[in-house]
């Protein structure tokens, strides 16, 4: 899967597995394909975790559209897709589309309080 980091990342490739191991437990080797593109052979179910730690590198005024954009290419693939035919994995990545949606989800993916989107 390739995540995007922003233009003034400064992230090696090394940090970058480190970190993802520490959120995930996964042993990954990232491969920089551009400047801002990194693939990562990681199990579409730790994908999210994955975007999260790649986008805590993106600055503050671009995490909402990395996040965005991250849910967005997680979604594609259930384009057409009969909703009783949905996996597991596709349903949790609407719920996140969804709840993002809402305001439900902060930057990186954690669920807000209540209080600051269920009016």
Do not use: C
Request: a neutral charge; glycine letters at 6%; proline letters at 3%.
């Amino acid at each position: 899967m390739d995540f995007t980091l922003s233009v003034d990342n400064r992230i090696a490739g090394d940090q970058l597995a480190a970190e993802v191991k520490a959120a995930t437990g996964l042993a990954v080797l990232p491969i920089f394909l551009a400047p801002r593109t990194v693939r990562m052979d990681v199990p579409e179910a730790q994908a999210a975790a994955v975007a999260a730690v790649v986008a805590a590198h993106v600055p503050a005024e671009g995490k909402t559209a990395a996040v965005k954009r991250q849910l967005r290419q997680a979604v594609q693939g259930t384009v057409g897709v009969l909703l009783t035919d949905l996996t597991a994995q596709q349903q949790r990545y609407l719920l996140a589309a969804l709840l993002f949606r809402a305001g439900a989800l902060d930057s990186a993916l954690r669920i807000r309080s209540l209080d600051e989107w269920l009016t």
